[in-house]
């Protein structure tokens, strides 16, 4: 079994950082592309970014590419996620994903454990 367990959320003003962090545990997860994802009230889940298994490949959703750093640590087991110039439009709950295999998409059906979430607030 796969344990997710996201930190680091908070409220924060707009063009503030935050770095948020994916602690997982279980299955050997510097196997799997890892991923963040995000939920605003009212709104699907989206896609944010992943990170292939060795780190080396990355890709950031358009809305947040420039600002967003995907980044894994396989020794520690952990995924993070930097976040600058943030804005309103970022409030959200976000998620952290382990995927089906070394590399996976933007498409939810491509990853099969999920975190429990940690909640962004950005103010204007």
């Known amino acids: 079994q796969v344990q997710l367990v996201e930190s680091g959320g908070g409220l924060v003003q707009a063009g503030g950082s935050l770095r948020l962090s994916c602690a997982a545990s279980?299955?050997?997860?510097?196997?799997?592309?890892m991923g963040w994802f995000r939920q605003a009230p009212g709104k699907e889940r989206e896609f944010v970014a992943v990170i292939g298994w060795s780190g080396v490949n990355t890709y950031h959703a358009d809305s947040v590419k420039g600002r967003f750093t995907i980044a894994r640590d396989n020794a520690k087991g952990t995924l993070y996620l930097q976040m600058n110039n943030l804005k309103p439009e970022d409030t959200a709950v976000y998620y952290c994903?382990?995927?089906?295999?070394?590399?996976?998409?933007?498409?939810?059906?491509?990853?099969?454990?999920w975190g429990q979430g940690t909640q962004v607030t950005v103010s204007s």
């Open positions: 994903a382990q995927g089906r295999s070394g590399w996976s998409g933007d498409d939810r059906s491509e990853y099969d454990y």
């Open positions: 279980g299955r050997t997860s510097s196997s799997y592309a």
